[in-house]
């Protein structure tokens, strides 16, 4: 993964829990051109866990609007999704479900060289 510390809107220093919904947002600037965020998720545990991640995206860092939603994640590994965004503010919001659900120190951020990054 090749993420930008400053492009970060999870960073991944914690575990993710079902507790936690909207994140406070990311002056990522306005940018014109498509860019790539990614879910890494490095471990899942628990009975039937799912997780759905949005997109939301404001001019103003307070009025925020859904954007863009990833497919519902039920197993580690690298997601990613194409967005087209020219608002200067973006955060995730997370709905964890299942029964004991763990998505481990999941990380969320734009990929800064897009999808095909792979050292």
Not at 78 to 102: C, D, E, F, W
Not at 104 to 119: D, F, H, K, L
Request: proline share 5%; glycine share 8%; hydrophobic share 35%.
């Amino acid at each position: 993964m090749a993420f930008d510390a400053n492009l970060l809107l999870r960073d991944g220093t914690s575990a993710l829990s079902s507790s936690e919904t909207s994140a406070a947002g990311v002056n990522v600037g306005v940018c014109l051109v498509p860019r790539v965020v990614e879910v890494y998720v490095p471990s899942v545990s628990g009975t039937s866990p799912t997780l759905t991640v949005k997109i939301q995206e404001s001019d103003d860092n307070s009025t925020w609007q859904d954007y863009a939603s990833f497919p519902q994640i039920t197993a580690a590994g690298r997601y990613y999704l194409t967005i087209q965004s020219n608002a200067k503010y973006l955060r995730y919001h997370a709905t964890v479900g299942g029964t004991s659900p763990n998505f481990g120190n999941t990380v969320i951020g734009i990929v800064p060289a897009g999808r095909y990054t792979s050292w």
